[in-house]
């Protein structure tokens, strides 16, 4: 989670650089922009920072009915939302990666709709390439970093796209259904947490999208989603295929495994898991048979496994603790991985 950023004023030969662990990259940039503003007022290239701007309520006024046509259905990477403007007022979900909360807008005339605080203003906006777009102008403070503008396109307007009876079927049987992913190193830190190794599939059957993607047909949904700059990173096609009776979805080359196809570990007192040949994961659920139960491990060197409570909390991830005997909690989940063909020697214990 390592995060840069480099600044810097050409016409006065002055650049500063901040790298950062943790937290978030627009944390980097507002630092080097409030030291660069000291470090210019102190060299006298300028005379004053202007303060924070401050804000105001929002005086609603009346809208015209022209702007109803941008109720409908807009998309980002990864979901679809309804957004319905009613009465000069529009409620929106977070905006700015969560920096702005879910909240309403109200209309205060030339096309803008503002939040209660007055901070974060949004309209929409229609750009050569003929779509329309959710735009946010929000100002936001950081405690200890100070205040920022940011003007970004949150949500792109799509158009819905009917299912034939057959496709609605089995899209709707994936939605909000969980896919384990199969093919991350053992060593990765997103096993530190259950969500990171997963991909939950929302499905908006009435409009034909899954996850922000588009539905083709019955195993195949793609981007249609083109946000500049930060809302249309890492964007992806959903392509599902199945193996021996089991799911599976690859996502730009990786594949995940349907929670449906996940079986409970076995609960006798011995047994093995051996990594398959492609050295792809092997995900275990921890049924009543198996959960209070100690699980020790002989473990190869290349191979490592994680064992998540019923919330998907890690309980304990034997790459980063070296300890390989947990209790295995009730509705958890566990994850062996390493190298292909890795043994690992699973031994099951009552307390």
Known sequence: MYHAALTTLPEHDISIAVLSSGGSGIYNSI????????YIRAKGIIKEILPKKTFEPPLKVDMPSDLLAYSGLYGTVGKTVNLEIKNGEIDLPDLGFGSIPPQKYVYTGNGQFKNNDGNATISFDHPKNGTTYLKLNAYTDTPGLGQTVAVTYE??????????????TIWKHRNEKNYYSLDEKITSMLYLSKSLLAKNISVDINHGYASGT???????????????????RDAFDLNFYNENHKEYLKIDGQSYISEDAIRPIYEGNDSFCII???G???????????????MNVETPVSGGFA???????????SKATSNHSVVLPEGGMIVFS????DIFKINLMNK
């Open 31 to 38: 630092f080097a922009s409030n030291i660069l503003l000291e």
């Open 307 to 317: 064992v998540y409570d019923a919330d998907g909390i890690v309980v304990n991830f």
């Open 338 to 341: 390493g190298n292909e063909g």
């Open 280 to 294: 792809q994961a092997v995900w275990y659920k921890i049924d009543d048979q198996s959960a209070n139960r100690v």
């Open 155 to 168: 949500y792109q307007k799509l158009d819905s796209d009917p299912l034939n009876q057959s496709t609605k």
């Open 276 to 278: 398959p040949s492609g």
């Open 214 to 232: 588009k539905i083709v047909d019955e195993n195949k949904a793609v981007n249609v989603i083109e946000i500049p700059t930060l809302n249309g």
